[in-house]
Structures are given as structure tokens and as C-alpha cells.
């Protein structure tokens, strides 16, 4: 088991009690081994069971495990769209130095509510082309003659204006609402402090 992912650590907890012995031992030696703190048991609620004011207030006032954030950031598909280390193709905004610029509170309502907010260079713009083809990414670069964009995929597409039919900037973001809803309140905290964590890296 991969010491980042802590996606079984409530049920090594629950075989602690075990009616078979050798069960409970094998628990007991994983606590140990993946260094699982008890008091760390999760009963904070399901973000989807809380209204929006809800879910802040009580990640804002949580304070989460980074080591845990790391895999719920992968579990959430975050590295979809989002790269923590320059070295990564850049995708969607760069997260690695994210919190020196977005304080924590601001992270947790962006990351709830992605559409009100959207950073500057990111907004999402559909493209049509005469051929019918269609790209829909971020603007990196543009000249009189040639628009760049880059799609979620992190592949750079160089149109020529003269190909172009349409050009909307399209007024949600690319990131989904909802990215949280199956996870607690903890989990997310923990997200939120492993990004926090990321610009002190830098």
C-alpha cells in the first residue's frame, strides 16, 4: 500500500475490532506501520450534505492532514487540470505556489465555487473553425495572425485568424462544481493544507 494513500485507513481502524484475532493483530501492526493515529478517525460530515456557507465555515475552522491531502487530490482527478510542480506540462493554473498568492479561505470558496472567480489568463474560450472543428482551451499567446491555445489536455493548438468562424469567451469555468461533494469536511481541509503546503516548497 502506497503510504500516500490513505484511502483505507477506516477499515485497518474498524479491523482493530475484529471478532478473529489474527484480524485485529494484522490491524493493530498497520496502525503501526502506516503510522494511523486513532484520534485522526474522521466523523466530520459529507460536504454535499452541507449548504455552501456551511462547508466553509467548518473547512475553514478544520485543520486537515497534508499527507492525507495529497490523495484526495488525485482521487478528486485535481491533476486533471492542475499541475504543483513546474517541471509538469502546465495545464490549468499552476497550484504550486497557489496559496502565497489565494489565502486558504479564498482556495476553499474557489475550489466550491469555480465559476465565481476565474484567474486571470484562464478564462475558457470556445474557437470555431471553418473546417468545423472546434478548440476550446486557454489563450496563451496571440499576434495579429495567429491565436495559441492550450487545452486540458496541456496541448498547445496554433491557429491561424484567418481559419477562425467564431471566438467566444465562454462564462463558467472549465472546473467543475461539485469536485468535493462525495468527500468530508476533513478531507477536504486536508486538500486545502497539502496545497497550503505546496508554496512553502517553492
Known sequence: MDLKNRNYDEQIIQATADKDNAVRA??????????IDLNEVDTTPKVSTLS?????????ATQGVPAHGEAIFTKA????CH?????EPQKGPYLGNIA????RNELAEAILNPGKSIAQGFATNLVTLKDGNAVMGFITSETTD????????SQEHHLAKADITERTKM?????????????SVKEFASLLDYIVGLASKE
Open 26 to 35: 494484522a490491524a493493530v501492526r498497520a496502525l503501526r506501520h502506516f503510522k
Open 52 to 60: 455552501m456557507e456551511d462547508a466553509l465555515a467548518q473547512v475553514n
Open 77 to 80: 482527478a485535481c491533476n486533471t
Open 83 to 87: 499541475t504543483v510542480s513546474e517541471d
Open 100 to 103: 502565497a498568492i489565494y489565502p
Open 146 to 153: 495567429q491565436l495559441t491555445m492550450r487545452d486540458m489536455a
Open 171 to 183: 462564462p463558467n469555468s472549465m472546473m467543475p462544481a461539485g469536485l468535493m461533494h462525495n468527500f
